[in-house]
């Protein structure tokens, strides 16, 4: 009996051998994935406590206004945007938000140098907290991120399959340390970053989440960044307000899309200097800074107090276009800084003000202001970023508002449909092409990407052979119910076949558009 049942373990393992080492595989990256969402969630965690640091010391010190007061804390900011200069020539990838270099990583546009990402961003990001600008912790976390998850793959020797998928747990665990949303930390990496979802992908990133969660908030003590919940839903009368605003937010979305590149685009015109282009930001942050702060920092205490207090409708409209103008400079000068957190307060923002308008004309009651405020953040992510799932579930994650979930998707979709009407691309899409330039200049290169046939796709149950797949696109091995096939030209396709696919850089979009579309 004995030999029988080792005889059996025996055969198991030699005919399901990949299997096996499938399940091995998983189990590592699982391990890797939970190292590099504590490593993470450590430099997100004490990232996002400088930030907050600097931003109260900013608010004391600037209260002072007598000369002596002023004049050091300019000199300050001269130094400040100077070294934040060098630090992007030392890593220029490590400038601005930080969500396009990671989506570039993972199509092999860019390669950055960790090591050096982690230092500029860290630094960069703290001293551009401290002198005000307009741009938000949540971007540079996720390159932080990021960084770490490659720095990790480095030290094991991952292969690049491999690499790119620790790259992208690190990220989805700085997300995760800077909002203290772990489902939605994971899911942006697949909605955003990815735009697909398999297991080797999913596995390690949830894993990462989830520890970073545990470090930011049992190690850490952090709650979600926003600090407020709806506790009450707006009644189904209200539904055409939700389409309207919907409407609202799509348009500002847009709005704020063509504001942000159109900044990049002065600046880079601008044949100063970067250094000169740096600090000269920092001093008109200064100055504005000195006449009010309201618009000044990424806006966390802003959003919480847009949701509670009823603001008037000209400083609604004050904050709504100041912060998209101060976010399209601070962010165009190149800076390290994200426009995540900025995206949401202009939502909150724009939700108050649609409420008041509409409380003004006695059609709404004025309890519902925290509503309107959930609403318009989700329909502005999904405007901008064109995210839809991403948006929901982050704004109901971050306060805790599930029962408003109808209210939210309503919006959020609205905007969605809204943006896409206006035609404007997704605004790391549009940043990523910035960057890169074109993408026929990249189109000789090959790259890959893995994808999962949905239930509903058209391609089920036809021969590779007859697939009309764009120009240098190969399905180079299939993964079904457990066992991995060889592509010939008579293997059909399946639902739920989770395919391997290399194809031309320049193609990457119109490649995976063409397997989750078809």
Same mark, same amino acid.
């Given at each position: 009996?004995?030999?029988?049942?080792?005889?059996?373990?025996?055969?198991?393992?030699?005919?399901?051998?990949?299997?096996?080492?499938?399940?091995?595989?998983?189990?590592?990256?699982?391990?890797?994935?939970?190292?590099?969402?504590?490593?993470? /969630?450590?430099?997100?965690?004490?990232?996002? &406590?400088?930030?907050?640091?600097?931003?109260?010391?900013?608010?004391?010190?600037?209260?002072?206004?007598?000369?002596?007061?002023?004049?050091?804390?300019?000199?300050?900011?001269?130094?400040?945007?100077?070294?934040?200069?060098?630090?992007?020539?030392?890593?220029?990838?490590? /400038?601005?938000?930080?969500?396009?270099?990671?989506?570039?990583?993972?199509?092999?546009?860019?390669?950055?140098?960790?090591?050096?990402?982690?230092?500029?961003? &860290?630094?960069?990001?703290?001293?551009?907290?401290?002198?005000?600008?307009?741009?938000?912790?949540?971007?540079?976390?996720?390159?932080?991120?990021?960084?770490?998850?490659?720095?990790?793959?480095?030290?094991?020797?991952?292969?690049?399959?491999?690499?790119?998928?620790?790259?992208?747990?690190?990220?989805?665990?700085?997300?995760?340390?800077?909002?203290?949303?772990?489902?939605?930390?994971?899911?942006?990496?697949?909605?955003?970053?990815?735009?697909?979802? &398999?297991?080797?992908?999913?596995?390690?990133?949830?894993?990462?989440?989830?520890?970073?969660?545990?470090?930011? $908030?049992?190690?850490?003590?952090?709650?979600?960044?926003?600090?407020?919940?709806?506790?009450?839903?707006?009644?189904?009368?209200?539904?055409?307000?939700?389409?309207?605003?919907?409407?609202?937010?799509?348009?500002?979305?847009?709005?704020?899309?063509?504001?942000?590149?159109?900044?990049?685009?002065?600046?880079?015109?601008?044949?100063? /200097? /970067?250094?000169?282009?740096?600090?000269?930001?920092?001093?008109?942050? =200064?100055?504005?800074?000195?006449?009010?702060?309201?618009?000044?920092?990424?806006?966390?205490?802003?959003?919480?107090?847009?949701?509670?207090?009823?603001?008037?409708?000209?400083?609604?409209?004050?904050?709504?276009?100041?912060?998209?103008?101060?976010?399209?400079?601070?962010?165009?000068?190149?800076?390290?800084?994200?426009?995540?957190?900025?995206?949401?307060?202009?939502?909150?923002?724009?939700?108050?003000?649609?409420?008041?308008?509409?409380?003004?004309?006695?059609?709404?009651?004025?309890?519902?202001?925290?509503?309107?405020?959930?609403?318009?953040?989700?329909?502005?992510?999904?405007?901008?970023?064109?995210?839809?799932?991403?948006?929901?579930?982050?704004?109901?994650?971050?306060?805790?508002?599930?029962?408003?979930?109808?209210?939210?998707?309503?919006?959020?979709?609205?905007?969605?449909?809204?943006?896409?009407?206006?035609?404007?691309?997704?605004?790391?899409?549009?940043?990523?092409?910035?960057?890169?330039?074109?993408?026929?200049?990249?189109?000789?290169?090959?790259?890959?990407?893995?994808?999962?046939?949905?239930?509903? $796709?058209?391609? =089920?149950?036809?021969?590779?052979?007859?697939?009309?797949?764009?120009?240098?696109?190969?399905?180079?091995?299939?993964?079904?119910?457990?066992?991995?096939?060889?592509?010939?030209?008579?293997?059909?396709?399946?639902?739920?076949?989770?395919? &391997?696919?290399?194809?031309?850089?320049?193609?990457?979009?119109?490649?995976?558009?063409?397997?989750?579309?078809?």
């Amino acid at each position: 009996m004995q030999f029988k049942i080792r005889n059996f373990f025996r055969s198991h393992h030699t005919n399901d051998l990949y299997n096996n080492m499938d399940i091995y595989t998983i189990i590592q990256l699982v391990i890797k994935g939970a190292l590099v969402g504590m490593a993470a /969630g450590f430099f997100g965690a004490t990232f996002r &406590y400088f930030i907050h640091y600097g931003e109260e010391v900013r608010r004391v010190y600037m209260m002072n206004t007598d000369w002596l007061s002023i004049s050091c804390w300019v000199v300050l900011m001269i130094i400040l945007g100077w070294i934040c200069a060098k630090l992007l020539r030392w890593a220029p990838l490590s /400038g601005g938000s930080g969500i396009p270099q990671i989506e570039g990583e993972m199509m092999g546009i860019f390669d950055m140098n960790p090591y050096r990402t982690l230092v500029s961003k &860290y630094l960069g990001g703290i001293f551009n907290g401290l002198c005000g600008f307009s741009v938000g912790r949540e971007g540079p976390s996720v390159q932080l991120g990021g960084s770490v998850g490659k720095i990790l793959a480095y030290w094991f020797k991952s292969p690049l399959r491999e690499e790119r998928i620790l790259t992208s747990a690190g990220a989805a665990a700085g997300l995760t340390a800077a909002f203290s949303a772990p489902v939605s930390g994971a899911i942006f990496v697949f909605e955003e970053v990815h735009k697909s979802f &398999y297991p080797m992908l999913v596995i390690p990133t949830f894993t990462a989440a989830l520890m970073s969660n545990f470090v930011t $908030s049992t190690i850490f003590g952090l709650q979600p960044s926003l600090g407020f919940t709806v506790m009450t839903g707006l009644p189904l009368s209200s539904f055409s307000y939700l389409l309207l605003l919907g409407v609202v937010m799509g348009l500002i979305g847009v709005a704020f899309n063509r504001t942000i590149l159109l900044g990049k685009r002065l600046f880079s015109r601008w044949s100063a /200097g /970067g250094t000169v282009k740096i600090i000269t930001t920092f001093l008109v942050v =200064t100055m504005i800074g000195y006449d009010s702060q309201l618009l000044l920092g990424g806006g966390n205490d802003l959003v919480g107090q847009l949701s509670a207090e009823h603001l008037g409708l000209w400083l609604l409209v004050g904050i709504v276009v100041g912060k998209i103008l101060l976010t399209a400079l601070c962010y165009g000068s190149g800076a390290q800084g994200g426009i995540f957190l900025p995206m949401l307060v202009i939502g909150a923002a724009a939700g108050a003000l649609v409420q008041a308008v509409l409380v003004t004309a006695g059609l709404m009651d004025q309890a519902y202001l925290g509503n309107f405020v959930i609403c318009a953040m989700g329909g502005m992510l999904a405007a901008a970023m064109r995210t839809p799932l991403l948006s929901i579930l982050l704004v109901l994650e971050m306060t805790n508002s599930f029962h408003s979930i109808y209210s939210v998707g309503t919006v959020a979709i609205v905007a969605y449909l809204t943006a896409e009407l206006c035609k404007e691309a997704p605004i790391y899409d549009s940043l990523l092409e910035m960057m890169a330039g074109p993408a026929e200049k990249t189109d000789a290169v090959q790259t890959f990407f893995e994808t999962k046939i949905p239930v509903v $796709s058209g391609i =089920t149950g036809k021969e590779l052979r007859t697939l009309n797949m764009p120009e240098g696109t190969i399905i180079v091995s299939i993964a079904r119910r457990g066992m991995h096939l060889v592509p010939l030209g008579d293997t059909k396709l399946e639902a739920g076949d989770e395919l &391997y696919i290399s194809c031309r850089r320049g193609r990457l979009e119109a490649a995976k558009k063409y397997f989750t579309q078809s």
